[in-house]
Protein backbone atom coordinates (compact mmCIF):
# COMPACT_ATOMS: atom_id res chain seq x y z
CA UNK A 1 0.00 0.00 0.00
CA UNK A 2 1.18 3.03 -0.87
CA UNK A 3 0.10 6.64 1.21
CA UNK A 4 -0.34 10.03 -0.23
CA UNK A 5 0.67 12.73 2.03
CA UNK A 6 -2.30 14.72 0.65
CA UNK A 7 -5.38 14.29 -1.73
CA UNK A 8 -8.28 16.10 -3.23
CA UNK A 9 -9.74 13.48 -4.85
CA UNK A 10 -12.35 11.67 -2.85
CA UNK A 11 -13.38 15.13 -1.47
CA UNK A 12 -14.19 16.18 -4.87
CA UNK A 13 -15.62 12.97 -5.98
CA UNK A 14 -17.93 13.62 -3.08
CA UNK A 15 -19.26 16.77 -3.73
CA UNK A 16 -18.77 17.18 -7.69
CA UNK A 17 -22.47 17.48 -8.47
CA UNK A 18 -23.18 20.40 -5.88
CA UNK A 19 -19.71 21.45 -7.01
CA UNK A 20 -20.54 21.72 -10.82
CA UNK A 21 -24.31 23.50 -10.00
CA UNK A 22 -22.51 26.24 -8.25
CA UNK A 23 -20.08 26.78 -10.91
CA UNK A 24 -22.39 26.78 -13.65
CA UNK A 25 -24.52 28.74 -11.63
CA UNK A 26 -21.29 31.44 -11.85
CA UNK A 27 -20.88 30.95 -15.27
CA UNK A 28 -24.55 31.24 -16.63
CA UNK A 29 -24.81 34.55 -14.60
CA UNK A 30 -21.24 35.79 -15.18
CA UNK A 31 -21.04 37.19 -11.37
CA UNK A 32 -16.58 36.20 -11.98
CA UNK A 33 -15.33 38.91 -10.25
CA UNK A 34 -16.30 39.20 -6.26
CA UNK A 35 -19.92 38.27 -7.32
CA UNK A 36 -22.90 37.47 -5.63
CA UNK A 37 -21.46 34.39 -4.44
CA UNK A 38 -18.45 35.69 -2.54
CA UNK A 39 -20.72 38.39 -1.13
CA UNK A 40 -23.07 35.38 1.13
CA UNK A 41 -19.92 33.48 1.71
CA UNK A 42 -18.37 36.07 3.59
CA UNK A 43 -21.39 36.37 5.28
CA UNK A 44 -21.73 32.79 5.86
CA UNK A 45 -18.07 32.54 7.03
CA UNK A 46 -18.71 35.59 9.39
CA UNK A 47 -21.64 33.32 11.07
CA UNK A 48 -19.72 30.26 11.12
CA UNK A 49 -16.18 32.13 12.83
CA UNK A 50 -18.46 34.63 15.00
CA UNK A 51 -17.31 37.80 13.87
CA UNK A 52 -18.67 41.19 12.56
CA UNK A 53 -17.25 41.20 9.15
CA UNK A 54 -15.17 38.85 6.55
CA UNK A 55 -14.19 40.14 3.65
CA UNK A 56 -12.88 37.99 1.07
CA UNK A 57 -9.64 38.36 -1.15
CA UNK A 58 -7.37 36.99 -4.07
CA UNK A 59 -5.15 34.90 -1.39
CA UNK A 60 -4.28 34.51 1.82
CA UNK A 61 -0.64 36.31 1.58
CA UNK A 62 -3.03 39.57 0.36
CA UNK A 63 -5.22 38.96 3.25
CA UNK A 64 -2.33 39.38 5.83
CA UNK A 65 -1.50 42.69 3.78
CA UNK A 66 -4.85 43.91 3.82
CA UNK A 67 -4.93 43.48 7.59
CA UNK A 68 -1.55 45.33 8.16
CA UNK A 69 -2.67 48.17 5.97
CA UNK A 70 -6.35 47.66 7.71
CA UNK A 71 -4.43 48.83 11.11
CA UNK A 72 -2.18 51.58 9.60
CA UNK A 73 1.27 49.55 9.57
CA UNK A 74 3.98 51.11 7.62
CA UNK A 75 7.41 52.18 6.75
CA UNK A 76 9.35 52.89 9.85
CA UNK A 77 7.05 50.46 12.35
CA UNK A 78 8.46 47.00 14.07
CA UNK A 79 5.60 43.93 13.42
CA UNK A 80 6.69 41.17 15.86
CA UNK A 81 6.00 37.53 14.23
CA UNK A 82 7.25 34.37 14.06
CA UNK A 83 10.35 32.60 12.05
CA UNK A 84 8.98 29.82 11.79
CA UNK A 85 5.99 29.74 9.72
CA UNK A 86 5.26 30.15 5.65
CA UNK A 87 6.87 32.77 4.46
CA UNK A 88 4.18 34.75 3.33
CA UNK A 89 3.78 35.60 7.04
CA UNK A 90 6.53 37.68 6.77
CA UNK A 91 6.34 38.70 3.24
CA UNK A 92 3.01 40.98 4.16
CA UNK A 93 4.95 43.08 6.41
CA UNK A 94 7.87 43.35 4.02
CA UNK A 95 5.00 44.47 1.63
CA UNK A 96 3.48 47.51 3.46
CA UNK A 97 7.11 48.58 4.56
CA UNK A 98 7.62 47.58 7.80
CA UNK A 99 10.22 45.68 9.67
CA UNK A 100 9.61 41.57 10.78
CA UNK A 101 10.98 41.09 14.06
CA UNK A 102 11.10 37.98 15.09
CA UNK A 103 10.17 36.27 18.53
CA UNK A 104 11.29 32.43 19.12
CA UNK A 105 7.93 30.06 19.17
CA UNK A 106 6.90 27.49 22.32
CA UNK A 107 7.63 23.73 21.47
CA UNK A 108 4.36 23.03 23.49
CA UNK A 109 2.39 25.37 20.18
CA UNK A 110 4.88 25.50 17.96
CA UNK A 111 3.17 28.96 17.67
CA UNK A 112 4.59 31.94 18.98
CA UNK A 113 6.54 32.51 22.92
CA UNK A 114 4.44 34.68 24.62
CA UNK A 115 7.53 35.87 26.81
CA UNK A 116 9.64 35.76 23.66
CA UNK A 117 6.97 38.36 22.35
CA UNK A 118 7.17 40.43 25.55
CA UNK A 119 11.00 40.63 24.85
CA UNK A 120 10.91 41.53 21.68
CA UNK A 121 8.61 44.52 21.55
CA UNK A 122 9.71 47.63 21.79
CA UNK A 123 8.13 51.35 21.01
CA UNK A 124 8.45 51.11 17.39
CA UNK A 125 6.08 47.82 17.64
CA UNK A 126 2.87 48.63 15.83
CA UNK A 127 1.36 45.09 15.35
CA UNK A 128 1.72 41.66 16.29
CA UNK A 129 1.26 38.59 14.28
CA UNK A 130 1.24 35.01 15.56
CA UNK A 131 0.68 31.97 13.04
CA UNK A 132 -1.13 29.17 14.52
CA UNK A 133 0.84 26.61 12.80
CA UNK A 134 -0.36 23.17 11.30
CA UNK A 135 -3.75 24.22 13.33
CA UNK A 136 -2.69 24.50 16.59
CA UNK A 137 -3.86 27.65 18.46
CA UNK A 138 -1.36 29.42 20.34
CA UNK A 139 -1.57 30.75 23.74
CA UNK A 140 -4.07 33.40 23.02
CA UNK A 141 -4.61 34.37 26.84
CA UNK A 142 -1.08 34.59 27.17
CA UNK A 143 -0.56 36.53 24.00
CA UNK A 144 -2.84 39.00 24.35
CA UNK A 145 -2.28 39.62 28.27
CA UNK A 146 1.52 40.75 26.55
CA UNK A 147 -0.40 42.63 23.68
CA UNK A 148 -2.77 44.45 25.54
CA UNK A 149 -0.59 45.74 28.10
CA UNK A 150 1.45 47.21 25.83
CA UNK A 151 -1.79 48.32 23.68
CA UNK A 152 -0.61 46.67 20.41
CA UNK A 153 -3.34 44.97 18.04
CA UNK A 154 -2.39 41.16 17.24
CA UNK A 155 -3.31 40.09 13.48
CA UNK A 156 -4.05 36.49 13.89
CA UNK A 157 -2.40 34.18 10.19
CA UNK A 158 -5.35 31.65 10.52
CA UNK A 159 -4.20 30.57 7.49
CA UNK A 160 -3.96 26.96 8.74
CA UNK A 161 -5.93 26.98 11.86
CA UNK A 162 -9.27 27.42 10.21
CA UNK A 163 -12.24 25.46 12.60
CA UNK A 164 -9.71 25.29 14.93
CA UNK A 165 -10.80 27.02 18.61
CA UNK A 166 -9.21 28.41 21.88
CA UNK A 167 -11.25 27.52 24.49
CA UNK A 168 -13.89 26.91 22.74
CA UNK A 169 -13.86 29.94 20.98
CA UNK A 170 -13.01 30.04 16.96
CA UNK A 171 -9.10 31.54 15.96
CA UNK A 172 -9.55 34.23 13.87
CA UNK A 173 -11.92 35.40 16.03
CA UNK A 174 -9.48 37.16 18.75
CA UNK A 175 -7.22 39.57 16.82
CA UNK A 176 -8.06 43.44 15.72
CA UNK A 177 -7.90 42.08 12.30
CA UNK A 178 -7.07 38.79 11.02
CA UNK A 179 -6.30 36.52 7.82
CA UNK A 180 -6.83 33.61 6.46
CA UNK A 181 -6.25 31.35 3.14
CA UNK A 182 -8.44 29.22 1.01
CA UNK A 183 -5.06 27.58 -0.95
CA UNK A 184 -6.46 24.47 -2.22
CA UNK A 185 -4.46 22.29 0.33
CA UNK A 186 -6.04 24.00 3.44
CA UNK A 187 -8.82 22.46 5.53
CA UNK A 188 -11.69 25.16 3.71
CA UNK A 189 -9.58 24.96 0.32
CA UNK A 190 -11.12 26.67 -2.76
CA UNK A 191 -10.61 25.39 -6.22
CA UNK A 192 -7.79 28.08 -6.86
CA UNK A 193 -6.81 30.85 -4.80
CA UNK A 194 -8.40 32.78 -2.36
CA UNK A 195 -7.95 34.33 1.37
CA UNK A 196 -9.80 36.83 3.40
CA UNK A 197 -9.62 39.05 6.31
CA UNK A 198 -11.74 39.07 9.56
CA UNK A 199 -12.67 41.63 11.87
CA UNK A 200 -15.00 43.11 14.64
CA UNK A 201 -14.07 46.59 13.05
CA UNK A 202 -16.56 48.32 10.48
CA UNK A 203 -13.96 50.72 9.34
CA UNK A 204 -11.15 48.12 8.78
CA UNK A 205 -13.95 45.86 7.32
CA UNK A 206 -14.74 48.79 4.53
CA UNK A 207 -11.31 50.09 4.38
CA UNK A 208 -9.97 46.32 3.05
CA UNK A 209 -13.30 46.45 0.91
CA UNK A 210 -12.20 49.51 -0.71
CA UNK A 211 -8.85 48.64 -1.28
CA UNK A 212 -9.45 45.74 -3.21
CA UNK A 213 -11.36 47.08 -5.56
CA UNK A 214 -8.98 49.69 -6.61
CA UNK A 215 -9.65 52.09 -3.64
CA UNK A 216 -12.87 53.00 -5.22
CA UNK A 217 -15.15 55.29 -3.02
CA UNK A 218 -18.30 55.41 -5.99
CA UNK A 219 -17.52 54.13 -9.34
CA UNK A 220 -14.41 55.97 -10.92
CA UNK A 221 -12.88 57.50 -7.71
CA UNK A 222 -10.12 56.56 -6.21
CA UNK A 223 -9.24 57.49 -2.66
CA UNK A 224 -5.60 55.67 -2.31
CA UNK A 225 -3.71 53.84 -3.91
CA UNK A 226 -5.62 50.46 -4.70
CA UNK A 227 -5.38 46.97 -5.40
CA UNK A 228 -7.40 44.24 -7.53
CA UNK A 229 -7.55 41.65 -5.04
CA UNK A 230 -11.47 40.72 -5.67
CA UNK A 231 -12.25 36.87 -5.16
CA UNK A 232 -13.18 35.09 -7.95
CA UNK A 233 -17.10 34.39 -8.09
CA UNK A 234 -16.47 31.06 -8.86
CA UNK A 235 -14.21 30.62 -5.64
CA UNK A 236 -16.86 32.33 -3.82
CA UNK A 237 -19.32 29.62 -4.90
CA UNK A 238 -16.79 26.74 -4.38
CA UNK A 239 -16.19 27.80 -0.86
CA UNK A 240 -20.17 27.77 -0.37
CA UNK A 241 -20.15 24.67 -0.67
CA UNK A 242 -17.48 23.37 1.02
CA UNK A 243 -17.74 25.62 4.57
CA UNK A 244 -20.64 23.16 5.50
CA UNK A 245 -18.19 20.50 5.45
CA UNK A 246 -15.45 21.79 7.52
CA UNK A 247 -16.50 21.06 11.19
CA UNK A 248 -17.19 17.16 9.74
CA UNK A 249 -13.87 16.86 8.04
CA UNK A 250 -11.80 18.97 10.87
CA UNK A 251 -13.22 16.11 13.29
CA UNK A 252 -12.41 12.95 11.23
CA UNK A 253 -8.67 14.83 10.80
CA UNK A 254 -8.66 14.80 14.54
CA UNK A 255 -9.93 11.20 14.88
CA UNK A 256 -6.64 10.52 12.33
CA UNK A 257 -4.46 12.61 15.06
CA UNK A 258 -5.75 10.52 17.71
CA UNK A 259 -4.71 7.57 16.07
CA UNK A 260 -1.33 8.89 15.04
CA UNK A 261 -0.46 10.10 18.62
CA UNK A 262 -1.73 6.54 20.10
CA UNK A 263 -0.04 4.51 17.46
CA UNK A 264 3.12 6.20 17.21
CA UNK A 265 3.72 6.41 21.28
CA UNK A 266 6.98 4.88 22.15
CA UNK A 267 8.38 5.11 18.67
CA UNK A 268 12.44 4.79 19.15
CA UNK A 269 13.39 8.54 18.76
CA UNK A 270 10.29 9.80 17.85
CA UNK A 271 8.72 13.07 19.20
CA UNK A 272 4.94 13.61 19.04
CA UNK A 273 3.24 16.68 19.26
CA UNK A 274 -0.10 17.13 21.46
CA UNK A 275 -2.82 19.29 21.76
CA UNK A 276 -3.18 21.88 24.77
CA UNK A 277 -6.07 21.07 27.47
CA UNK A 278 -7.29 24.36 25.81
CA UNK A 279 -6.89 23.80 22.10
CA UNK A 280 -8.90 22.15 19.60
CA UNK A 281 -6.97 21.43 16.96
CA UNK A 282 -7.73 21.30 13.10
CA UNK A 283 -4.98 19.43 12.44
CA UNK A 284 -3.85 21.04 9.04
CA UNK A 285 -0.88 19.06 9.28
CA UNK A 286 0.10 15.92 11.66
CA UNK A 287 4.00 16.59 12.79
CA UNK A 288 6.27 14.20 14.36
CA UNK A 289 9.94 15.48 14.93
CA UNK A 290 13.15 13.44 14.83
CA UNK A 291 16.74 13.95 14.90
CA UNK A 292 17.41 12.45 12.14
CA UNK A 293 14.51 13.78 10.05
CA UNK A 294 15.48 13.51 6.82
CA UNK A 295 16.57 9.86 6.70
CA UNK A 296 12.96 9.00 8.60
CA UNK A 297 11.73 10.66 5.56
CA UNK A 298 13.76 8.66 3.24
CA UNK A 299 13.16 5.43 4.94
CA UNK A 300 9.24 6.08 4.73
CA UNK A 301 9.46 7.22 1.02
CA UNK A 302 11.38 3.50 0.24
CA UNK A 303 7.99 1.81 2.32
CA UNK A 304 5.43 4.14 0.05
CA UNK A 305 4.87 6.73 2.90
CA UNK A 306 4.91 10.34 1.52
CA UNK A 307 5.62 12.75 3.74
CA UNK A 308 5.90 16.69 4.14
CA UNK A 309 8.30 19.51 6.02
CA UNK A 310 6.66 22.18 7.24
CA UNK A 311 8.97 24.56 7.26
CA UNK A 312 12.72 23.05 6.72
CA UNK A 313 14.48 27.13 7.11
CA UNK A 314 12.75 29.01 9.22
CA UNK A 315 12.35 33.06 7.46
CA UNK A 316 14.72 34.79 9.22
CA UNK A 317 17.91 32.18 7.82
CA UNK A 318 16.08 32.52 3.93
CA UNK A 319 18.72 34.42 1.38
CA UNK A 320 15.53 36.59 0.89
CA UNK A 321 15.61 38.17 4.24
CA UNK A 322 19.57 38.11 5.22
CA UNK A 323 19.09 41.66 5.22
CA UNK A 324 17.50 41.90 8.73
CA UNK A 325 21.09 40.18 10.22
CA UNK A 326 19.20 37.74 12.25
CA UNK A 327 22.03 35.53 12.93
CA UNK A 328 21.46 31.57 13.06
CA UNK A 329 21.09 30.19 16.59
CA UNK A 330 19.12 33.23 17.76
CA UNK A 331 15.91 31.64 17.36
CA UNK A 332 17.05 28.23 18.67
CA UNK A 333 13.50 26.92 19.31
CA UNK A 334 12.33 27.82 15.59
CA UNK A 335 15.30 26.66 14.59
CA UNK A 336 15.32 23.08 15.89
CA UNK A 337 11.33 22.35 15.24
CA UNK A 338 12.45 23.31 11.31
CA UNK A 339 15.76 20.96 11.58
CA UNK A 340 13.38 18.05 13.08
CA UNK A 341 10.09 17.85 11.82
CA UNK A 342 8.52 15.42 9.63
CA UNK A 343 4.75 15.95 8.61
CA UNK A 344 2.92 12.68 8.04
CA UNK A 345 -0.15 12.20 5.70
CA UNK A 346 -3.16 13.91 6.83
CA UNK A 347 -6.28 14.56 4.83
CA UNK A 348 -10.29 13.64 5.89
CA UNK A 349 -10.37 11.39 3.48
CA UNK A 350 -7.27 9.08 4.91
CA UNK A 351 -8.88 5.74 5.35
CA UNK A 352 -7.54 3.98 9.19
CA UNK A 353 -5.73 1.11 7.11
CA UNK A 354 -3.63 4.02 5.76
CA UNK A 355 -3.22 5.40 8.98
CA UNK A 356 -2.55 2.31 10.53
CA UNK A 357 0.07 1.22 7.70
CA UNK A 358 2.01 4.63 8.28
CA UNK A 359 1.57 3.97 12.05
CA UNK A 360 3.68 0.66 11.41
CA UNK A 361 6.00 2.36 8.63
CA UNK A 362 7.18 5.10 11.11
CA UNK A 363 7.72 2.75 13.94
CA UNK A 364 9.90 0.54 11.95
CA UNK A 365 11.98 2.75 10.40
CA UNK A 366 12.35 5.24 13.72
CA UNK A 367 13.41 1.06 15.20
CA UNK A 368 16.15 0.87 12.41
CA UNK A 369 17.60 4.31 12.67
C1 LIG B 1 0.76 30.33 7.71
C2 LIG B 1 0.39 30.83 6.35
N1 LIG B 1 0.27 32.14 6.14
C3 LIG B 1 -0.07 32.63 4.94
C4 LIG B 1 -0.32 31.82 3.86
C5 LIG B 1 -0.58 32.44 2.53
O1 LIG B 1 -1.75 32.06 1.91
P1 LIG B 1 -1.85 32.03 0.31
O2 LIG B 1 -1.08 30.86 -0.19
O3 LIG B 1 -3.34 31.89 0.09
O4 LIG B 1 -1.36 33.32 -0.21
C6 LIG B 1 -0.25 30.42 4.05
C7 LIG B 1 -0.59 29.47 2.98
O5 LIG B 1 0.04 29.20 2.03
C8 LIG B 1 0.14 29.92 5.31
O6 LIG B 1 0.27 28.60 5.51
Request: proline content about 5%.
Amino acid sequence: MTVPFFSLSEQTKALRPELLAAMTDVLDTQGFANGPPVAKFEEELAKYLGVKHVVALNTGTTALQAALLGLGVGPGDDVVTVAHTWISTCWAISYVGARPVFADVDERTNGMDPRALERAMTSKTKAILPVHLHGHPVDLDALLEVANKKGVPVIEDTAQSIGSTYRGRQTGSFGKVNATSFYPSKNLGAAGEGGAIMTDDGAIAERVKRLRDHAQQGRHHHVELGFNWRMDGLQGAVLRVKLPHLDGWNERRRAIAARYLDGLKGAKGLRLFAEQPWAKCNWHVYPVFHDQRDALRAALERKGIATGVHYPTPVHLQPAYAHLGVAKGSLPVAERLAATEVSLPMFAELSDAAVDETIAAVRSACAEL
